[in-house]
């Protein structure tokens, strides 16, 4: 006898034995019970098999198909806790690819070689139990199906990983102990559903337990609401849609407080008085309902959605605008298995940077999740588990015009529609879920106009989503009409304006945009004030919140070293296009995110000539001295000079008050009012703005050393080099590079060469444009000088004159140059160039010079934007001042190492403290400094091997090309991008 029917390669058997689908709910036995439970262990019902179990994993199903099965559960001799993913617990190869398949294609059939585990562990059923209870067994989520056996008999099997499979275990049970077992496949047939943009991860990863169910029961209900958010009251129906008899019904509706505010044996009722659910205002009833001798608790919400084109997306009467972000479940340690301690930490993380609205991203999450975001308000997108991208990578069949390979194939549509079904059933009583997604990345045919036909019969009262309407054959009738929104993915601005903004047909929505890879995203404010302008844009969601990643090992201080594809030795990966997130793996926040955080922060301050005003753009949030505070920093060219907290008034939602303003006397340089607000109580900070009120000159600050004029330079010159000395200052000038090869001051190199730069270590986003850079040779730059002319103005003043070209090997020149650096006795020197780029050449990256220098301090003193990283596009969060830090804090570590640390809108800049090195300008420059090359952060892959170099690189940028999100997105804008004709540098260095 076999040990399975082939059902994993069946695409009529999706579901053997298993219970129909229902909306999840966990009954108690007493009320008490059903009411004070703190999480649904406590329940008598509830059997948690949660724990260690006997496990053997198979390199190949096809090893055992001719044993018993209580023979492989007697020859376990290894453990695995559950739940888990196999490859995080040393099994198995971890895998990560995009959107290429990770088997070949030929559904439904799977590779022979298919490995898989056995999962076994016992039961203790008391013959009270079994009598009173019919026992049911729950999965949440098992990758990618599972056969599951009861004291050796086959009970049944199951697919589709993230979807609830329910099996009754009533005629399998017996009083005592029971063996319980399950067989876990790495693929199956539903592996090409599957495909979504994630670590490949095998195993029960989400948590198993038995539930007792009353011999008469109610298998499925849906609870209706019907809310008047004017009139604040609502009518409630109970709707019984299974049950195995008619069994007694009585209701309580109680408040947030446990008060009881309605109760009765009616299937609807009528509640008064009610407080709404939004995302600022989660607030939820307990919904107590008996069947027969079962008690439930629901956490219920009084809500309405209402979506058009007129006026966006509407919650109980208020627009609102999705600041959301996908979120796929990933760990650097555990993978796909997150615990609900885990899940509430992102979003509280999320809560503190203004993130209203989810997308699960590409498969319906745990109950518990949405229970969370029932409870601290989200606006919750919740998608069905299909993506069948790999079809676009066939060979020579398409590419992406082959994108609707399944979705157009009747033999797919029992596969698409059950998968549908499966995200939605369970989930109707969710009252922070206000959309359903089809799927992603999956084309568009009839078979998704079945599953949009099918979601909404299960639901007509939430919205649908489907971005894949997008790839639809033109040269068919499309059916949209149960289509809620038209979304795209990764528009131009000016795509979306023309296209679905300007006319809109329907309401418009961003499922992804903004790719958070890496450096980046550098575009969010201008998605924003697309949204901000047309009401049919009703917002979007980033992609995404976390990078992807998998422990290598451990340092010396035991942090870990994270990797992403090919680090575990697989052949086909997708490298770290996983690192996309707006945390970092062990949720350290990316600036990416302190950006999100800013652009949509609840206050925002502004000014009219000397008045303050305070804005409100929260919906159903007032504001008073209980969660609002806000101080007021007078600073004059970056350092503080005045220091107060202003007391304010209520500010209701969408309002504005406006105080008068009593400015500094100053009269001299740029003054600047600092405003941050931010929470009383918790000192949360909800936003820094900076307003600017005299836009003089930025004075240099005091802090820039001077040093005294020495004797008059005595000058050397030969074929190779100018040596220049004077006093305590020796320079050496090379005039075959047309670059300073040292600077010396009281006999202690403080300069070592320095170099023109146009390359940067490309970031994530700059992997699509670095191919132009590297064809264009910005990354092996030479510098021929054609002339080179020594001028003595004075006795204290040298100057170099250069005319030199950038070149790189089998290229033609980048750039022409006309430099002359001056060079003064007391150390200072002056560079200026005359820059022509070749038109013929990409945009460049940057335009700088790097100096080596010095490696005895780490101390960095800077006057402009700070203190985080930033860029043209990506400088939000920043503000100008006066800030002091060091070389360490100035480096971003991103996973994989790339551009970082850069501050524009820099005028002065000091490293070191006893002994500097000093730049500065009357213009606004960008710099950074490093202790690592811009080679060595091109040419690694991971933080955790790069090396410190024995001397830190100052750069001084005259100009930075912005960040974007290219990896994903569109083109980084031009108003970013370096392609002028000329550039001009000019900045001193104080030696």
């Known amino acids: 006898m076999v040990l399975i029917p082939n059902y994993y390669e069946d695409l009529t058997q999706l579901h053997v034995n298993a219970c129909p689908q229902h909306n999840y709910f966990i009954p108690f036995s007493k009320k008490e019970e059903a009411l004070n439970a703190k999480n649904r262990q406590e329940s008598d019902r509830f059997i948690d098999l949660n724990g260690t179990w006997d496990f053997t994993y198979y390199p190949s199903v096809q090893q055992i198909l001719a044993d018993e099965i209580q023979q492989l559960e007697q020859m376990h001799t290894k453990k695995i806790p559950v739940p888990s993913t196999w490859q995080t617990q040393g099994y198995d190869q971890q895998i990560y690819t995009n959107i290429r398949y990770p088997i070949p294609f030929d559904p439904p059939y799977v590779p022979l070689v298919n490995p898989c585990a056995l999962y076994t562990r016992k039961i203790e059923i008391s013959e009270e139990q079994l009598a009173n209870y019919d026992w049911h067994l729950f999965f949440e989520g098992v990758d990618s199906c599972h056969y599951v056996w009861v004291n050796q008999q086959l009970v049944g099997y199951s697919q589709v990983s993230h979807a609830i499979s329910e099996f009754d275990l009533s005629d399998f049970l017996k009083a005592g102990e029971n063996v319980l077992s399950v067989l876990v496949l790495k693929w199956c047939d539903g592996t090409y559903f599957e495909d979504q943009d994630k670590f490949r991860q095998?195993?029960?990863?989400?948590?198993?337990?038995?539930?007792?169910?009353?011999?008469?029961?109610?298998?499925?209900?849906?609870?209706?609401?019907?809310?008047?958010?004017?009139?604040?009251?609502?009518?409630?129906?109970?709707?019984?849609?299974d049950q195995s008899a008619n069994v007694d019904f009585e209701y309580l509706l109680l408040d947030a407080q446990q008060n009881v505010i309605s109760k009765g044996q009616a299937f609807d009722f009528k509640v008064t008085d009610i407080c709404g659910w939004t995302d600022e205002t989660p607030y939820l009833y307990y919904l107590l309902l008996r069947f027969g001798q079962e008690w439930i608790c629901e956490r219920i919400g009084f809500r309405k959605f209402e979506l058009d084109i007129k006026y966006g997306l509407r919650v109980n009467d208020q627009v609102i605008k999705l600041h959301g972000v996908n979120q796929h479940d990933s760990w650097p340690d555990t993978g796909a298995s997150v615990s609900m301690e885990r899940?509430?930490?992102?979003?509280?993380?999320?809560?503190?940077?203004h993130i209203n609205a989810i997308r699960t991203s590409h498969y319906p999450k745990s109950p518990e999740f949405y229970q969370l975001c029932d409870e601290l308000g989200f606006y919750v997108l919740s998608e069905a588990d299909i993506e069948t991208h790999g079809v676009v990578t066939l060979f020579d069949v398409g590419g992406d015009d082959n994108f609707n390979l399944i979705a157009?194939?009747?033999?797919?549509?029992?596969?698409?529609?059950?998968r549908v079904r499966s995200s939605i059933v369970p989930f109707r009583n969710v009252t922070s879920i206000f959309m359903w997604s089809m799927g992603n990345e999956s084309g568009f045919g009839k078979n998704f106009e079945k599953a949009l036909s099918v979601a909404h019969e299960l639901d007509p009262v939430r919205f649908r989503h489907y971005e894949g309407y997008f790839h639809a054959y033109q040269d068919h009738d499309n059916e949209d009409k149960y289509l809620s929104v038209y979304s795209r993915m990764y528009p131009t601005l000016e795509e979306s304006e023309r296209d679905y903004l300007v006319n809109p047909k329907k309401p418009y929505i961003l499922c992804e945009y903004s790719h958070a890879m890496g450096n980046g995203p550098g575009d969010l404010a201008a998605y924003n004030e697309l949204m901000e302008k047309y009401p049919a844009f009703i917002g979007g969601f980033i992609w995404e919140w976390c990078d992807h990643a998998v422990i290598l090992g451990y340092d010396k201080q035991n942090?870990?070293?994270?990797?992403y594809g090919g680090d575990s030795g697989e052949e086909i990966h997708d490298g770290n296009f996983c690192m996309d997130g707006l945390v970092y793996p062990d949720r350290q926040v990316h600036v990416g995110l302190l950006e999100f955080k800013h652009l949509h922060r609840p206050i925002r301050a502004k000014r009219e000539q000397n008045l303050l005003i305070l804005e409100n753009v929260r919906a159903f949030t007032t504001f008073t001295d209980e969660n609002l505070a806000v101080k007021l920093i007078w600073q004059l060219n970056g350092q503080t000079i005045s220091e107060d907290e202003l007391a304010i008034p209520a500010i209701k939602p969408k309002s504005q008050v406006a105080f008068s303003l009593t400015i500094p006397k100053e009269k001299e340089g740029l003054l600047q009012l600092l405003v941050v607000t931010f929470h009383p109580q918790t000192q949360e900070i909800y936003a820094k703005e900076q307003l600017t009120f005299r836009e003089a000159p930025v004075q240099l600050p005091s802090w820039l050393h001077q040093k005294e004029k020495q004797?008059?330079?005595?000058?050397?010159?030969?074929?190779?080099?100018?040596?220049?000395?004077?006093?305590?200052?020796?320079?050496?000038?090379?005039?075959?590079?047309?670059?300073?090869?040292?600077?010396?001051?009281?006999?202690?190199?403080?300069?070592?060469?320095?170099?023109?730069?146009?390359w940067r270590a490309p970031t994530d986003n700059d992997r699509l444009v670095k191919e132009d850079w590297l064809a264009a040779g910005f990354a092996q730059l030479q510098s021929r000088v054609y002339e080179t002319q020594l001028v003595h103005e004075k006795e204290e003043i040298v100057q170099i004159k250069v005319r030199s070209r950038l070149l790189p090997i089998f290229r033609q020149c980048v750039a022409d140059l006309t430099s002359i650096w001056t060079f003064e006795s007391n150390g200072r020197i002056t560079i200026q160039t005359k820059v022509e780029r070749n038109r013929q050449m990409p945009s460049f990256p940057r335009f700088g010079l790097e100096l080596k220098i010095h490696p005895d301090t780490s101390e960095v003193r800077y006057l402009g934007n700070g203190p985080l990283e930033n860029y043209q596009d990506k400088k939000l969060a920043s503000y100008f001042a006066d800030f002091q830090t060091t070389i360490e804090d100035l480096y971003e570590?991103?996973?994989?190492?790339?551009?970082?640390?850069?501050?524009?809108?820099?005028?002065?800049?000091?490293?070191?403290?006893?002994?500097?090195?000093?730049?500065?300008?009357?213009?606004?420059?960008?710099?950074?400094?490093?202790?690592y090359s811009v080679e060595q952060l091109t040419n690694t892959n991971h933080r955790h091997e790069l090396i410190k170099e024995a001397q830190p690189y100052l750069i001084i940028d005259s100009h930075?090309?912005?960040?974007?999100?290219?990896?994903?997105?569109?083109?980084?804008?031009?108003?970013?991008?370096?392609?002028?004709?000329?550039l001009l540098f000019e900045v001193t260095i104080q030696l």
């Open 202 to 241: 095998s195993g029960i990863f989400r948590p198993v337990y038995l539930l007792g169910r009353a011999k008469q029961r109610v298998n499925h209900y849906l609870i209706h609401q019907d809310y008047d958010y004017q009139k604040k009251q609502a009518v409630v129906q109970i709707e019984i849609v």
């Open 893 to 931: 570590p991103y996973v994989k190492p790339q551009e970082n640390g850069s501050h524009g809108n820099t005028y002065a800049v000091r490293v070191g403290h006893y002994q500097t090195i000093q730049a500065f300008a009357s213009h606004p420059f960008s710099f950074n400094v490093s202790n």
């Open 960 to 982: 930075h090309a912005g960040v974007g999100s290219n990896s994903c997105g569109p083109e980084l804008d031009e108003q970013y991008q370096i392609n002028q004709d000329e």
């Open 711 to 758: 004797s008059q330079w005595q000058v050397t010159e030969s074929p190779s080099e100018y040596q220049l000395v004077t006093g305590k200052f020796s320079i050496t000038f090379n005039r075959l590079t047309g670059q300073m090869t040292q600077a010396i001051v009281e006999n202690k190199q403080i300069i070592g060469k320095t170099r023109w730069l146009i």
């Open 408 to 418: 157009n194939d009747e033999r797919y549509e029992q596969v698409i529609v059950d």
């Open 343 to 353: 899940h509430r930490q992102d979003l509280l993380l999320m809560k503190a940077h």
């Open 559 to 563: 942090k870990p070293q994270f990797g």
